[in-house]
């Protein structure tokens, strides 16, 4: 159920102009584009 949530998000997100990038290392999730969070820090 957090997958269909995590959709919801990112399409709310996105309709405003912004989007939601997942920094987390080893993660399965791919709802969400990956990036190294070395590079935001």
């Known amino acids: ?3 269909v949530s ?8 996105e ?3 912004r989007r939601i990038v997942n920094l987390t ?3 399965a ?5 990956k990036d190294k969070w ?3 820090a």
């Open 25 to 27: 290392p080893g993660t």
């Open 6 to 13: 995590y959709r919801l998000a990112r399409e709310a997100y």
């Open 38 to 40: 070395r590079k935001w």
């Open 15 to 17: 309709a405003d102009g």
């Open 29 to 33: 999730l791919d709802v969400f584009p």
């Open 1 to 3: 159920m957090s997958e």
